[in-house]
Protein backbone atom coordinates (compact mmCIF):
# COMPACT_ATOMS: atom_id res chain seq x y z
CA UNK A 1 0.00 0.00 0.00
CA UNK A 2 2.88 2.65 0.94
CA UNK A 3 4.62 1.97 -2.36
CA UNK A 4 1.23 2.27 -4.37
CA UNK A 5 1.04 5.55 -2.78
CA UNK A 6 4.21 6.36 -2.74
CA UNK A 7 4.12 6.21 -6.45
CA UNK A 8 1.31 7.85 -7.11
CA UNK A 9 2.70 11.04 -5.74
CA UNK A 10 5.62 10.67 -7.72
CA UNK A 11 3.87 10.21 -11.13
CA UNK A 12 1.46 12.82 -9.89
CA UNK A 13 5.06 15.56 -9.28
CA UNK A 14 6.54 14.59 -12.36
CA UNK A 15 3.63 14.67 -14.38
CA UNK A 16 2.61 18.45 -12.58
CA UNK A 17 6.44 18.75 -13.89
CA UNK A 18 5.95 18.19 -17.00
CA UNK A 19 3.01 20.34 -17.49
CA UNK A 20 5.17 23.32 -15.60
CA UNK A 21 7.84 22.77 -17.96
CA UNK A 22 5.43 22.60 -21.11
CA UNK A 23 4.29 25.96 -19.54
CA UNK A 24 7.16 27.66 -19.73
CA UNK A 25 7.87 28.05 -23.22
CA UNK A 26 4.43 30.05 -23.66
CA UNK A 27 5.13 31.85 -20.46
CA UNK A 28 8.41 33.10 -22.25
CA UNK A 29 7.03 33.60 -25.74
CA UNK A 30 3.99 36.13 -24.19
CA UNK A 31 6.60 37.90 -21.63
CA UNK A 32 8.64 38.77 -25.08
CA UNK A 33 5.69 39.42 -27.57
CA UNK A 34 4.38 42.00 -24.19
CA UNK A 35 7.93 43.62 -24.44
CA UNK A 36 7.87 43.57 -27.84
CA UNK A 37 4.18 45.98 -27.71
CA UNK A 38 5.85 48.16 -25.35
CA UNK A 39 8.78 48.92 -27.55
CA UNK A 40 6.28 49.55 -30.36
CA UNK A 41 4.15 51.70 -27.88
CA UNK A 42 7.31 53.88 -26.76
CA UNK A 43 6.01 57.18 -24.42
CA UNK A 44 3.03 55.50 -23.69
CA UNK A 45 1.89 54.12 -20.15
CA UNK A 46 -0.98 52.40 -19.33
CA UNK A 47 -2.86 52.06 -15.69
CA UNK A 48 -4.84 49.18 -14.72
CA UNK A 49 -7.71 50.85 -14.94
CA UNK A 50 -7.50 51.63 -18.55
CA UNK A 51 -6.52 54.97 -19.03
CA UNK A 52 -3.29 55.54 -21.40
CA UNK A 53 -1.02 58.15 -20.83
CA UNK A 54 1.61 60.24 -23.03
CA UNK A 55 3.36 63.01 -22.28
CA UNK A 56 4.19 66.02 -25.01
CA UNK A 57 6.95 68.34 -25.57
CA UNK A 58 3.66 70.98 -26.47
CA UNK A 59 2.37 73.97 -24.71
CA UNK A 60 -0.76 72.60 -23.71
CA UNK A 61 -2.76 74.76 -26.25
CA UNK A 62 -0.62 73.01 -28.76
CA UNK A 63 -1.91 69.46 -27.51
CA UNK A 64 -5.29 70.67 -27.26
CA UNK A 65 -5.49 72.10 -30.92
CA UNK A 66 -4.12 68.41 -32.11
CA UNK A 67 -6.59 66.56 -30.27
CA UNK A 68 -9.42 68.54 -31.90
CA UNK A 69 -7.32 67.68 -35.40
CA UNK A 70 -7.42 64.34 -34.76
CA UNK A 71 -11.32 64.17 -33.70
CA UNK A 72 -11.99 66.63 -37.07
CA UNK A 73 -10.09 63.39 -38.76
CA UNK A 74 -11.46 60.22 -37.32
CA UNK A 75 -15.31 61.88 -37.12
CA UNK A 76 -15.34 61.76 -33.36
CA UNK A 77 -17.97 64.72 -31.55
CA UNK A 78 -16.40 66.94 -28.94
CA UNK A 79 -19.64 66.91 -25.97
CA UNK A 80 -17.90 69.50 -23.73
CA UNK A 81 -14.67 71.01 -22.49
CA UNK A 82 -13.98 72.64 -19.45
CA UNK A 83 -10.39 74.29 -17.82
CA UNK A 84 -9.68 73.45 -14.37
CA UNK A 85 -8.70 75.74 -11.95
CA UNK A 86 -5.30 74.15 -11.99
CA UNK A 87 -4.95 74.74 -15.33
CA UNK A 88 -5.59 71.09 -16.83
CA UNK A 89 -8.40 70.99 -19.31
CA UNK A 90 -10.75 68.33 -19.41
CA UNK A 91 -13.28 66.96 -22.96
CA UNK A 92 -15.54 64.56 -23.16
CA UNK A 93 -16.20 63.21 -26.81
CA UNK A 94 -18.36 60.10 -27.92
CA UNK A 95 -17.67 57.70 -30.79
CA UNK A 96 -19.94 54.79 -32.11
CA UNK A 97 -20.62 53.39 -28.70
CA UNK A 98 -17.53 54.67 -26.93
CA UNK A 99 -17.32 57.73 -24.42
CA UNK A 100 -14.16 59.14 -24.69
CA UNK A 101 -12.58 61.36 -21.50
CA UNK A 102 -9.24 63.43 -22.33
CA UNK A 103 -7.66 65.04 -19.87
CA UNK A 104 -4.59 67.69 -20.30
CA UNK A 105 -2.47 68.01 -17.20
CA UNK A 106 0.78 71.32 -18.06
CA UNK A 107 3.86 69.87 -16.26
CA UNK A 108 5.60 72.92 -17.75
CA UNK A 109 4.70 75.96 -19.96
CA UNK A 110 6.47 73.20 -22.72
CA UNK A 111 5.35 70.11 -21.49
CA UNK A 112 1.74 68.75 -21.56
CA UNK A 113 0.50 65.15 -20.24
CA UNK A 114 -2.00 63.81 -22.09
CA UNK A 115 -4.86 61.62 -20.77
CA UNK A 116 -7.05 59.24 -22.74
CA UNK A 117 -9.81 56.68 -20.96
CA UNK A 118 -12.09 54.82 -23.53
CA UNK A 119 -15.02 53.28 -22.08
CA UNK A 120 -17.55 51.08 -24.21
CA UNK A 121 -20.94 50.09 -22.34
CA UNK A 122 -20.71 50.08 -18.60
CA UNK A 123 -17.38 48.21 -17.95
CA UNK A 124 -15.66 47.76 -21.18
CA UNK A 125 -12.73 49.82 -21.58
CA UNK A 126 -10.90 50.50 -24.87
CA UNK A 127 -7.33 51.27 -24.70
CA UNK A 128 -6.81 50.32 -28.66
CA UNK A 129 -8.62 52.76 -29.53
CA UNK A 130 -6.86 54.98 -26.62
CA UNK A 131 -3.51 53.66 -28.28
CA UNK A 132 -4.58 55.36 -31.52
CA UNK A 133 -6.02 58.47 -30.52
CA UNK A 134 -2.60 59.61 -28.70
CA UNK A 135 -1.36 58.17 -32.03
CA UNK A 136 -3.32 60.52 -34.43
CA UNK A 137 -2.65 63.39 -32.10
CA UNK A 138 1.31 62.72 -32.36
CA UNK A 139 0.75 63.08 -36.41
CA UNK A 140 -1.70 66.11 -36.30
CA UNK A 141 1.05 67.61 -33.57
CA UNK A 142 3.78 67.16 -36.00
CA UNK A 143 1.52 69.64 -38.49
CA UNK A 144 0.37 72.21 -35.67
CA UNK A 145 4.30 72.39 -34.97
CA UNK A 146 6.60 72.50 -37.36
CA UNK A 147 10.32 71.06 -37.01
CA UNK A 148 12.04 73.49 -35.07
CA UNK A 149 8.82 74.22 -33.14
CA UNK A 150 9.58 71.46 -30.03
CA UNK A 151 10.23 74.30 -27.68
CA UNK A 152 9.08 77.86 -27.30
CA UNK A 153 12.92 78.84 -27.31
CA UNK A 154 13.21 77.41 -30.51
CA UNK A 155 14.20 79.42 -32.94
Known sequence: ???????????????SGCI?????????????????????KA????????????????????????VL???ADLEVDLDDEEELKDGSV????????????????????ALTRLKVYIRRGWFGRDESTSNELISQTERALEDVRPIGGASPRAP
Open 43 to 66: GVERTIGGSVYRTFSAPLEDVRDA
Open 90 to 109: TMKAEALHRHISIRFEPVTP
Open 20 to 40: AAAALPALGLSAMSDAAGSVA
Open 1 to 15: MCWRLLTLVVVALSL
Open 69 to 71: RSF
